[in-house]
Nanobody, 122 residues
């Protein structure tokens, strides 16, 4: 499956962004999907994930209550709504596909797309 994230940009503290991930090929509607991020000079970290139909979601503690993951299996899209943004949310955000489960473990994802940069300034 091919993935392409978009929607990043520069925003001030407290602002919002909506990231999108377009999927093509493969059996998208059977895959769990996840969002991870890589802050400057740090490792890629888990942000959010959801199962194949969106009935199960999980979030990292750092974004819980501020970010919302969702999907549209007709359009082959996954979204990440980012609200109440903080400077520490600055990172390149990546979407990944996992044919097994909505995991928070990076290495369990089989496919990744190019990331999209989110910059939060004060």
């Amino acid at each position: 499956v091919q993935l392409q994230a978009s929607g990043g940009g520069s925003v001030q503290v407290g602002g919002s962004l909506r990231l999108s991930c377009a999927a093509s090929g493969g059996a998208f509607d059977t895959y769990a999907m996840g969002w991870f991020r890589q802050p400057p000079a740090k490792e890629r970290e888990f942000v959010a994930a959801l199962n194949w139909d969106g009935s199960f979601t999980r979030y990292s503690d750092s974004v819980k209550g501020r970010f919302t993951i969702s999907r549209d299996n007709v359009a082959n899209m996954v979204y990440l709504q980012l609200n109440s943004l903080k400077p520490e949310d600055t990172a390149v955000y990546y979407c990944g596909a996992n044919p097994r489960r909505a995991s928070d473990i990076r290495y369990e994802y089989d496919w990744w797309g190019p990331g999209t940069l989110v910059t939060v300034s004060s």
